[in-house]
């Protein structure tokens, strides 16, 4: 499948999305594990041109989310690292990406074909890199824009995650809203 056809795909709705399905992830680095609903997955060839694919289809899934701008950067940053640095980047590679909601959170994975038991890092700011350096931040972006993150290994593929706020769920109750949720 092509780049082009996994775009239609995930527009069209054709099989290679699920959702409404329900998963567990989590683990890793950071954190315990949440119960989020699949909202929408899409597997694209490891390509960089999967890239712009990946952020139409979130876009296209939680349009007007306060946090869009941030999940749509971070997408475009794991998906670029899935392709640049794992085996996703290879002839055949592919990439895939599933945005799931539960527990107050937006969950957005992606997965890779595997690093060869390497795991993604945050990387220390280093001089010889310079302030013009392109490349180097990916996962410090994904660390400062969301609310939590960290990966999972699936076989031999890793799966990168982070999560972002939901807007609180409101209800009517004798005439005025209230949040669904109390703090905390």
């Given at each position: 499948m092509g780049v082009e056809d996994a775009l239609r795909a995930a527009v069209a709705g054709d099989p290679g999305l699920r959702a409404g399905s329900v998963r567990?992830?989590?683990?890793?680095?950071?954190?315990?594990?949440?119960?989020?609903?699949?909202?929408?997955?899409?597997?694209?060839?490891?390509?960089?041109?999967?890239?712009?694919?990946?952020?139409?289809?979130?876009?296209?899934?939680?349009?007007?989310?306060?946090a869009l701008d941030d999940m749509i950067m971070v997408v475009s940053e794991t998906v670029a690292n899935a392709v640049t640095h794992t085996a996703s980047g290879l002839d055949?590679?592919?990439?895939?990406?599933?945005?799931?909601?539960?527990?107050?959170?937006?969950?957005?994975?992606?997965?890779?074909?595997g690093a060869a038991g390497a795991r993604p890092h945050v990387r220390a700011p280093r001089a010889q890199d310079g302030a013009g350096a392109e490349t180097g931040r990916g996962m410090r972006i994904v660390e400062a824009l969301s609310a939590r993150w960290g990966f999972r290994?699936?076989?031999?593929?890793?799966?990168?995650?982070?999560?972002?706020?939901?807007?609180?769920?409101?209800?009517?109750?004798?005439?005025?809203?209230?949040?669904?949720?109390?703090?905390g």
């Open positions: 567990r992830g989590g683990g890793g680095a950071v954190g315990e594990a949440r119960e989020c609903t699949v909202i929408g997955e899409i597997t694209v060839p490891g390509e960089r041109r999967s890239v712009g694919v990946v952020r139409r289809f979130v876009r296209d899934l939680v349009p007007g989310l306060p055949g590679g592919r990439v895939t990406v599933v945005l799931a909601a539960g527990d107050g959170v937006y969950r957005l994975e992606v997965a890779d074909d290994a699936d076989g031999p593929r890793t799966v990168v995650w982070a999560e972002f706020p939901a807007p609180a769920a409101r209800r009517r109750d004798r005439g005025r809203e209230t949040p669904l949720s109390g703090p």
